[in-house]
């Protein structure tokens, strides 16, 4: 088995090394339907159009860190857009920030499944620079039958700011997209979706915060969830966030979803104020204003050394950390 697993690593070290030869740019996207062009298209508002042309000024003046940004918040107001996927796919293969252009081609895949065999050396090339070799190996050479595809050079899109907020009951186009299982049925074949810190660590960030409370209400349930607060003293994988944290409280993962028998809600069962965790973000763009955990309740580990020790390994085995860290 060791001796497959090496010649497999040196297959993809030569596989690499000739596909970077022989594509020598990193875009072989093909051109998509702009979203203004879709049939049924929500009109951009004001805001998501200063930031979409905010996005496309950054990366054309090459800040990387600023166009991601803003492209990240474009995601947020429109999650179904390739466009906005493709701008921060685009950026951080520029900035080498992997982590990020596995995640927008990933969402790009889902929007446009034809997307993944013309993009298959981008995303094999990031699994490959997260240290996910047996991942990166198929898509490198897969990528092999790609190489004769047009080079198309990305350029962002200008939007028009309107004069006018768009009207909010006008109907909104989404693009087909893959039949995915539910994110709280597991498959217990499919190792990803397994509650582990390995599938964890997958998150698009992760941190360690302290507990600093949550909003009381009267009705706070099993399934109704208050809104926590967290201080955030580290960020060890993906972006900046702000140091008050909001992050919906969920008191259970999304495996085991049946509510306890006999529980009821009280103070009692909230962490103290100043505990330490670590939470894993799956998404950095907050539903609600406020941010998910991954897979619920899981995502919400307390920061005792054990976890810690077995966090900081994976994070260091798959390249994830962020180098501030």
């Not at 000739?18 to 072989?28: D, E, G, H, V």
């Not at 768009?166 to 190792?191: F, L, Q, R």
Request: net charge negative; with cysteine; aromatic share 10%.
């Amino acid at each position: 088995m060791k001796r497959i697993l090496t010649t497999d690593r040196l297959l993809l070290g030569l596989g690499v090394s000739a596909l970077t030869a022989l594509i020598s740019a990193q875009n072989l996207l093909p051109a998509v339907a702009e979203a203004g062009q879709q049939p049924g298209t929500q009109p951009d508002s004001v805001t998501l159009a200063t930031h979409a042309n905010k996005a496309a000024l950054a990366y054309n003046q090459q800040q990387w860190a600023q166009a991601k940004e803003e492209f990240r918040f474009c995601i947020g107001q429109r999650p179904a857009s390739m466009e906005y996927y493709e701008g921060l796919y685009n950026t951080c293969m520029k900035s080498g920030e992997w982590d990020q252009v596995a995640y927008a081609l990933e969402k790009m895949f889902i929007i446009d499944p034809n997307q993944k065999k013309a993009l298959a050396y981008q995303y094999g090339q990031a699994l490959f620079h997260l240290n996910r070799f047996d991942e990166a190996i198929p898509y490198l050479k897969n990528a092999l039958s790609t190489v004769n595809i047009p080079e198309v050079d990305y350029i962002p899109k200008h939007h028009d700011i309107p004069t006018t907020e768009p009207d909010p009951s006008a109907p909104i186009w989404k693009p087909p997209v893959e039949v995915i299982t539910p994110p709280h049925i597991i498959d217990i074949a499919d190792p990803h979706k397994a509650l582990t810190m390995l599938n964890a660590v997958k998150s698009e960030c992760i941190l360690l915060a302290e507990f600093d409370g949550y909003d009381k209400s009267n009705d706070i349930g099993w399934n109704h969830p208050p809104q926590a607060h967290y201080h955030v003293t580290e960020i060890l994988k993906g972006p900046p966030l702000t140091h008050a944290l909001p992050v919906k409280y969920e008191f259970h993962d999304l495996v085991d979803t049946d509510m306890q028998k006999g529980w009821k809600f009280s103070d009692k069962i909230m962490p103290e104020k100043g505990s330490k965790w670590i939470l894993f973000i799956e998404f950095a763009v907050p539903k609600r204003g406020m941010f998910e955990l991954y897979q619920g309740s899981y995502g919400r580990q307390p920061a005792t050394d054990e976890n810690l020790n077995q966090l900081y390994a994976l994070l260091d085995k798959y390249n994830m950390r962020n180098t501030h860290s």
